[in-house]
């Protein structure tokens, strides 16, 4: 049943300087228009200033939601309204200004990606639960898109998370592991699972990633292996040995590069604008590829159809960045994952890839080398495998979307 002028409220996920918050964003939002009349889209940012030109250009509202307003005010706005509705009281007029989706939406969707989950105690935490106080205090369905949860074994984050996530109207894990992690949690709880919504990302025009990859010195219809490296990895790495992330990936491209005619491409899934990001990471790498003229730095990239685009043109994938993984998987490209959850396992076992994912906790240099050339001589194989199963994970992808707008339509 078709519904005109439903408002979606999103959250959990940022537009500016990650390219995984807008493939979620854009992939989830064009398919819900498909099948919603009319729907609006809110969005709650953490960052504001930086996501504001991102909504301006999709007509999409945007409310400031910083962690600090959201604790002050915030906080206290979502315990007045759940007060006032426990008194069957009026409650809308408590949620003002950028608060008022909260009273005025019809869902919040949540695409925080992982979230209540062991890997990120404290202010992580904290973060996940402070989009929902005022949700619980308005009463407006909240849904939680395919993202990763658990496992759940430290007490207050157990307790914490089975608090929050039993009062979700609908959960959907991202894989097999977090759907059994949730379901420990939450027994007999209906739990869905889908792949992540980023999947069914469309890329960029080709012309347009032809362009790109012109102006970084890569020749037409050159060959090509990609790496996406992580600096959340490099630090895990590196907190055990001094550089091995970094010396790892120059290795392995050096395999790459010993293959006569194949390039090396590195493209960066977050910038922040300082010495921690994913393009410091791969600048480390080119600069120990500096005597190679086949080791093409690309530029930071904003638009997630366009990195999906550069993506969908390569031999293989390199990387440790979970988006950058999903849009070479999702374009066929067989992948190798350095992981640091069990979210990349659960991942690429969907796609039949999950003997492909080397946990930062054992990686090495030479390790790392090894798998590559494995992955480099059984590429048609893999890409073969891939493909096979892609339609049935894209088309599931596509539900997260679809089971929102299902809701929607019985509200």
Same mark, same amino acid.
């Given at each position: ?51 504001? +030109? ?6 999409? &509202?945007?409310?400031?939601? %910083?962690? !600090? $307003? #959201? *604790? ?103 894989? +097999? ?6 379901? &420990?949690?939450?027994?007999? %709880?209906? !739990? $869905? #699972? *889908? ?217």
């Amino acid at each position: 049943m078709r519904k005109d002028n439903r408002e979606i409220v999103l959250c959990g996920a940022c537009m500016s300087g990650n390219i995984g918050g807008p493939a979620l964003y854009i992939s989830f939002a064009e398919e819900a228009q498909k099948h919603l009349s009319g729907v609006r889209f809110t969005v709650l940012s953490k960052y504001p200033q930086g996501d504001e +030109a991102f909504c301006r250009e999709r007509g999409w &509202e945007m409310k400031d939601m %910083r962690t !600090v $307003r #959201q *604790l002050l005010p915030g906080v206290p706005i979502g315990l007045a309204g759940w007060l006032l509705r426990l008194m069957k009281l009026p409650y809308r007029w408590v949620f003002r200004g950028d608060f008022a989706p909260y009273a005025t939406g019809d869902v919040l969707v949540d695409m925080s990606g992982i979230s209540f989950t062991d890997y990120r105690p404290g202010l992580g935490l904290l973060i996940n639960c402070l989009w929902f106080v005022p949700a619980l205090g308005a009463g407006i369905p909240i849904i939680k898109a395919s993202q990763a949860m658990g496992p759940f074994e430290t007490g207050y984050i157990r307790r914490v998370s089975k608090f929050f996530l039993s009062r979700m109207r609908l959960l959907i894990a991202r894989g +097999a592991a977090s759907e059994s992690y949730v379901k &420990e949690l939450l027994p007999g %709880r209906d !739990v $869905r #699972q *889908l792949p992540d919504s980023a999947f069914g990302l469309a890329p960029a025009e080709n012309a347009e990633v032809r362009a790109l990859l012109a102006r970084i010195g890569l020749p037409e219809d050159a060959r090509y292996c990609i790496l996406g490296p992580s600096h959340i990895v490099n630090s895990y790495i590196d907190a055990s040995e001094r550089n091995l992330y970094v010396e790892s990936l120059v290795q392995a491209a050096k395999w790459v590069l010993e293959k006569e005619g194949i390039h090396v491409v590195l493209l960066s899934h977050e910038l922040k604008n300082d010495a921690e990001d994913d393009y410091a990471v791969c600048e480390a790498v080119a600069a120990a590829l500096a005597d190679s003229s086949r080791c093409h730095l690309v530029p930071p990239v904003s638009d997630p159809k366009l990195a999906k685009g550069i993506c969908a043109g390569a031999e293989i994938a390199v990387g440790s960045r979970f988006h950058f993984l999903v849009a070479t998987l999702s374009s066929g490209v067989p992948s190798l994952a350095i992981a640091w959850s069990h979210k990349y396992r659960e991942m690429m076992r969907m796609v039949g890839q999950e003997d492909m994912v080397i946990s930062h906790e054992h990686m090495s240099r030479d390790g790392l080398a090894r798998s590559v050339a494995q992955l480099w001589e059984q590429r048609e194989a893999r890409r073969k495998a891939i493909g096979e199963r892609l339609p049935e994970v894209i088309g599931k992808a596509r539900k997260n979307a679809v089971l929102v707008a299902a809701l929607l339509g019985s509200l």
